[in-house]
């Protein structure tokens, strides 16, 4: 009797075994050395990555909305430092704007700006 189960079909996409016959592409399922997943089980993959998909993108939107506003922060530090006058003062205030900096880069970056 033979104990391996009946596919019907695979999805084997950029494989070594893409060529090879249904026998080979079961054992190397079962040696695990390349990811398989049934055709059956590829929509319930899709919506659960596209699900996770849309949570990410919420969340960079949060985090985005949080890099802006410390860069405001940081550039409100750097002014008021400045205006002190100090050697002191206004080394804090180069701090405060290259992160400032930094981070409107990295904004600019994520709105599509650079």
């Known amino acids: ?6 596919v019907v079909a ?12 249904q026998a080979d592409i079961y054992r190397a ?5 390349q990811p398989l997943i049934r055709l059956s089980d590829h929509e319930a993959v ?3 990555l596209e699900v996770r998909i849309a949570e990410l993108a919420l969340d ?6 949080n890099l802006i506003e410390a860069a405001k922060v940081l550039r409100k ?3 008021l430092h400045r205006a002190k006058g100090t050697a002191d003062s206004e080394a804090k ?4 704007a290259e ?6 880069a990295t904004i600019a970056k994520a709105k599509g700006e650079s």
């Open 1 to 6: 009797m033979n104990d391996k189960p009946k």
């Open 46 to 48: 899709r919506e659960a």
């Open 60 to 65: 960079a939107v949060g985090l985005l909305d």
């Open 29 to 33: 399922e079962q040696q695990h050395k």
């Open 10 to 21: 695979w999805m084997v996409n950029y494989t070594p075994f893409a060529k090879e016959s």
């Open 99 to 104: 992160l400032a900096t930094r981070f409107e």
């Open 93 to 96: 205030a180069e701090i405060n």
């Open 77 to 79: 530090y750097e002014a």
